[in-house]
């Protein structure tokens, strides 16, 4: 078929229908005699996102993943990862040599950054253009069957970040296919995706294919939804619970659990609450509020907008509640923000101290293992590890890696690149940061900069740090989750910076001061695992020296 250029028909429902192209043949769209385009839908983009596509053959795939059950998203820890900087070559394949190592530490659950199609080589893969398509240089289509079948092998589950809510800036051309966006709405990357106006049903077909294929195509058993609160749609049954109806069809009809994880700025319990109470029915969602408090908590950072959070008293709140703003008045936001999580079981939030966007969206990019010590880091480990949500970690954050996590990007288009670095600069002139402080992010430096360095796990501070967060993992696992009817009880005093979290299966006390304080604990208990030698137990009182942590259990347990 190379060089031959065949007519297509417009069907009466829109469509256009022509002939059938063969698996693995390079083909295009020229749209009234314009240039030829990529298909939209392609699950291949050999060539790059701005070349022709190819069709791909999913039952060529022979899996061995059969008896593969996950662990309930509950039960679960997750781990971040980037493809291109997780390790040294920066693919699938490259990635599967670590996999013995997350299941040492305990993990149960992978979670990838976006492998969409985008332009270039490099890239967080936020910037989408193949939205159906697998980015070629981290190994293509069989390269993440490849990674999910050996996932699945070593009995970790695989959680993909997908992103629904704008089109990226290069190399995306489905605007000239249909009514994509609209200009009705706004959004932070310009129109909206048109969720509600004219043509509307079939980008949302287009949506919900696209993380059916994911789902079923590619054996992932979850997906993360980039910045839902982006959406904006208006009809009487919203995307987010169209979806979560048709990933419970499907995974009825593959006979395994599937799950959906939101990313929302909106505090609105909606989101996971079941259809049959109103909500959208989605499985969990991110918690920032939790991760502000612990952030401002532990590095007294005020700025941008960490200027809402108190630091103490408001992570106390977020451990009983998920989050902090459930209606209170937001300065930041110059506005109420938020709604009350009562009857939502903590289960339902994912809690982190460190992911991509809270470590990349900073100006150089780093990591809290540079702004804090290590009795800090243990600090925060504990807390996100044995506390009441579903813990993530990103990639090395479990030896506090010294390496970056820094934006960064490949576009070809030196308009576009321009327009980056200069809206960085605006953006984090409202942190502080000055000009010079921001790498370039289509230097290939400041990708190399972010891939982590192995070797140093082995080696202190580092190796210590590891261990730390085994033993709380294991310590989570034998302890289970608290029950879904029983929120934490908290008691502190802000003043002396040490609060006790009682979850019952497990008890989390914390000293932040710089001072050795007495806790008093709820009930006598026994010391399973403590940040620093000098933590002490004497019946239902706890000495925590400056900046430490202690997880405790019932005596008959430990």
């Given at each position: 078929?190379?060089?031959?250029?065949?007519?297509?028909?417009?069907?009466?429902?829109?469509?256009?229908?022509?002939?059938?192209?063969?698996?693995?043949?390079?083909?295009?769209?020229?749209?009234?005699?314009?240039?030829?385009?990529?298909?939209?839908r392609a699950p291949r983009l050999p060539h790059g996102v701005h070349g022709p596509?190819?069709?791909?053959?999913?039952?060529?795939?022979?899996?061995?993943?059969?008896?593969?059950?996950?662990?309930?998203?509950?039960?679960?820890?997750?781990?971040?990862?980037?493809?291109?900087?997780?390790?040294?070559?920066?693919?699938?394949?490259?990635?599967?040599?670590?996999?013995?190592?997350?299941?040492e530490l305990g993990i149960s659950h992978v979670e990838l950054m976006p492998v969409?199609?985008?332009?270039?080589?490099?890239?967080?893969?936020?910037?989408?253009?193949?939205?159906?398509?697998?980015?070629?240089?981290?190994?293509?289509?069989?390269?993440?069957?490849?990674?999910?079948?050996?996932?699945?092998?070593?009995?970790?589950?695989?959680?993909?970040?997908?992103?629904?809510?704008?089109?990226?800036?290069?190399?995306?051309?489905?605007?000239?296919?249909?009514?994509?966006?609209?200009?009705?709405?706004?959004?932070?990357?310009?129109?909206?995706?048109?969720?509600?106006?004219?043509?509307?049903?079939?980008?949302?077909?287009?949506?919900?294919?696209?993380?059916?294929?994911?789902?079923?195509?590619?054996?992932?058993?979850?997906?993360?939804?980039?910045?839902?609160?982006?959406?904006?749609?208006?009809?009487?049954?919203?995307?987010?619970?169209?979806?979560?109806?048709?990933?419970?069809?499907?995974?009825?009809?593959?006979?395994?659990?599937?799950?959906?994880?939101?990313?929302?700025?909106?505090?609105?319990?909606?989101?996971?609450?079941?259809?049959?109470?109103?909500?959208?029915?989605?499985?969990?969602?991110?918690?920032?509020?939790?991760?502000?408090?612990?952030?401002?908590?532990?590095?007294?950072?005020?700025?941008?907008?960490?200027?809402?959070?108190?630091?103490?008293?408001?992570?106390?709140?977020?451990?009983?509640?998920?989050?902090?703003?459930?209606?209170?008045?937001?300065?930041?936001?110059?506005?109420?923000?938020?709604?009350?999580?009562?009857?939502?079981?903590?289960?339902?939030?994912?809690?982190?101290?460190?992911?991509?966007?809270?470590?990349?969206?900073?100006?150089?990019?780093?990591?809290?293992?540079?702004?804090?010590?290590?009795?800090?880091?243990?600090?925060?480990?504990?807390?996100?590890?044995?506390?009441?949500?579903?813990?993530?970690?990103?990639?090395?954050?479990?030896?506090?890696?010294?390496?970056?996590?820094?934006?960064?990007?490949?576009?070809?288009?030196?308009?576009?690149?321009?327009?980056?670095?200069?809206?960085?600069?605006?953006?984090?002139?409202?942190?502080?940061?000055?000009?010079?402080?921001?790498?370039?992010?289509?230097?290939?430096?400041?990708?190399?900069?972010?891939?982590?360095?192995?070797?140093?796990?082995?080696?202190?501070?580092?190796?210590?740090?590891?261990?730390?967060?085994?033993?709380?993992?294991?310590?989570?696992?034998?302890?289970?989750?608290?029950?879904?009817?029983?929120?934490?009880?908290?008691?502190?005093?802000?003043?002396?910076?040490?609060?006790?979290?009682?979850?019952?299966?497990?008890?989390?006390?914390?000293?932040?001061?710089?001072?050795?304080?007495?806790?008093?604990?709820?009930?006598?208990?026994?010391?399973?695992?403590?940040?620093?030698?000098?933590?002490?137990?004497?019946?239902?009182?706890?000495?925590?020296?400056?900046?430490?942590?202690?997880?405790?259990?019932?005596?008959?347990?430990?």
């Amino acid at each position: 078929m190379a060089g031959r250029t065949l007519p297509m028909t417009r069907e009466a429902d829109g469509w256009w229908h022509g002939v059938e192209v063969p698996f693995d043949t390079d083909y295009a769209f020229s749209i009234d005699g314009g240039p030829a385009r990529p298909d939209p839908r392609a699950p291949r983009l050999p060539h790059g996102v701005h070349g022709p596509a190819q069709r791909v053959d999913h039952e060529r795939y022979a899996w061995h993943d059969a008896g593969f059950r996950p662990t309930p998203l509950a039960d679960s820890v997750v781990y971040e990862l980037h493809i291109g900087t997780f390790s040294e070559a920066g693919t699938f394949d490259g990635a599967i040599e670590h996999l013995g190592a997350l299941v040492e530490l305990g993990i149960s659950h992978v979670e990838l950054m976006p492998v969409h199609a985008f332009p270039g080589v490099r890239g967080w893969g936020y910037d989408v253009a193949g939205f159906y398509a697998v980015h070629e240089p981290y190994g293509g289509p069989d390269g993440l069957k490849r990674f999910v079948d050996a996932c699945h092998g070593r009995g970790l589950s695989v959680l993909l970040d997908v992103v629904y809510n704008h089109l990226g800036p290069e190399g995306c051309y489905l605007p000239a296919f249909g009514p994509y966006v609209t200009e009705r709405f706004k959004t932070p990357w310009g129109g909206a995706v048109n969720l509600g106006d004219a043509g509307a049903d079939e980008v949302r077909r287009f949506i919900i294919d696209n993380a059916l294929g994911w789902l079923r195509d590619y054996h992932v058993d979850g997906l993360r939804l980039d910045a839902v609160h982006a959406f904006v749609d208006l009809t009487a049954m919203h995307l987010l619970e169209e979806l979560s109806l048709s990933v419970k069809d499907l995974a009825d009809e593959l006979g395994r659990p599937l799950v959906l994880i939101a990313e929302s700025d909106l505090n609105d319990p909606r989101i996971v609450r079941a259809r049959e109470l109103g909500g959208y029915g989605l499985d969990a969602q991110w918690s920032d509020d939790f991760h502000h408090a612990l952030h401002t908590t532990l590095t007294r950072e005020h700025g941008g907008y960490y200027e809402d959070f108190t630091g103490l008293p408001d992570l106390a709140r977020a451990i009983e509640r998920g989050w902090v703003f459930e209606g209170r008045y937001s300065a930041h936001r110059g506005r109420r923000h938020g709604r009350s999580t009562d009857g939502l079981a903590l289960t339902r939030f994912l809690g982190y101290a460190q992911n991509h966007d809270q470590v990349g969206n900073r100006a150089r990019g780093e990591r809290l293992s540079e702004l804090v010590d290590s009795r800090a880091l243990r600090v925060a480990a504990t807390l996100v590890l044995c506390g009441p949500f579903v813990p993530i970690l990103f990639q090395g954050e479990e030896w506090g890696a010294s390496t970056p996590f820094r934006f960064f990007a490949d576009f070809t288009d030196d308009d576009l690149a321009e327009a980056v670095r200069t809206g960085r600069r605006r953006e984090f002139a409202a942190f502080g940061w000055a000009p010079d402080d921001i790498p370039d992010p289509m230097a290939e430096a400041t990708f190399e900069a972010s891939r982590l360095d192995r070797g140093e796990a082995a080696h202190e501070p580092h190796a210590s740090l590891l261990d730390w967060h085994r033993r709380l993992i294991a310590l989570r696992a034998a302890t289970g989750n608290p029950s879904s009817s029983r929120r934490p009880i908290v008691r502190a005093e802000f003043e002396a910076g040490w609060l006790v979290a009682d979850l019952g299966t497990r008890v989390l006390a914390v000293n932040v001061s710089q001072a050795t304080r007495s806790l008093p604990l709820p009930r006598e208990l026994a010391l399973a695992l403590a940040s620093e030698p000098e933590v002490a137990l004497d019946g239902a009182r706890l000495e925590l020296p400056p900046v430490s942590a202690a997880v405790l259990i019932e005596r008959g347990r430990a």
